[in-house]
């Protein structure tokens, strides 16, 4: 996919994110110390993996096998009351206000919309390190869970890092809730209407505000390593779960679900000791 054009990778690594991006659910590139070994049957992940039997089979996929045997997976459950906070941060936030290019596509199983020049899109910052916003997309219902309990909708906000080598993946996670049915979520609303159902092979070229409402994002947020959460399972993700729910109309659902049909959250994964972090700005 082009993204890996724009990651600016070299050497060696370049051909492994290159197969990797026919395996993953979305487009972004991962640290090179975890890429996994070249397989000329790795191209057929893309299409092979499916969530029927509730991803216990993913292990068994090309170039997936992290995905059975890796200990720092995700999603996880996090349990805050276990939790030590601690007061700002590194994680900094600084999106333009700008109106941007973005293309929408889906790879099958979710609808994904990729800033065309990233550069454009603003900036996060997260200890030391500036990443680009490379693309969101959705998942039903959400993957991660506070004391176990799942939203309707979690969002994630694909970033890699610029200049430095190798590449790192930080990734923030917003969890959705129903909320009356006149409280549209005007960020989603941009594009909500432009969603193509998974099956269908179509990419649409819109504009949207990225800064516009993001206010979900502001806040106090949970910090762990962990994983993509689709094949190949790749490990070496910073994750950030935004502490605060956000917000979109029951229409607003019924216009992923249709694009969405069958949901597409992986289960949650052992913690396996992991240190969760709890920033309360």
Excluded at 4 to 27: E, I, N, Q, R
């Amino acid at each position: 996919m082009k993204s890996a054009a724009a990651a600016g990778l070299t050497g060696a690594c370049l051909l492994v994110t290159w197969v990797l991006l026919c395996c993953l659910s979305f487009p972004g590139t991962v640290s090179a110390q975890t890429c996994p070994p070249v397989n000329p049957n790795c191209l057929t992940c893309a299409v092979s993996y499916n969530y029927n039997l509730g991803t216990t089979d993913w292990g068994n996929l090309p170039c997936s096998q992290t995905c059975g045997t890796g200990l720092l997976q995700s999603p996880i459950n996090i349990v805050p009351n276990n939790l030590i906070p601690r007061i700002n941060g590194d994680l900094t936030r600084s999106y333009t206000q700008a109106i941007v290019t973005a293309e929408i596509f889906t790879d099958g199983k979710t609808p994904t919309v990729e800033i065309v020049s990233p550069l454009n899109a603003g900036t996060i910052t997260v200890g030391g390190i500036t990443y680009f916003l490379r693309h969101f997309h959705f998942h039903i219902p959400s993957e991660h869970t506070i004391f176990g309990i799942r939203q309707e909708m979690e969002l994630h906000l694909v970033h890699t890092s610029i200049n430095v080598t190798p590449q790192r993946t930080t990734v923030i996670a917003v969890r959705f809730t129903l909320e009356e049915a006149d409280d549209t979520n005007s960020f989603l609303a941009q594009f909500f209407p432009q969603l193509p159902p998974v099956t269908q092979p179509v990419t649409t070229r819109t504009t949207i505000r990225i800064q516009l409402p993001f206010k979900e994002i502001k806040g106090a947020y949970y910090r762990y390593n962990g994983s993509l959460t689709t094949p190949p399972c790749t490990e070496g993700v910073n994750w950030a779960v935004i502490a605060k729910l956000a917000t979109f109309s029951p229409a607003q659902f019924n216009q992923l679900r249709a694009a969405i049909p069958v949901d597409n959250a992986r289960p949650l994964q052992n913690v396996n000791g992991r240190p969760v972090t709890f920033f309360a700005l």
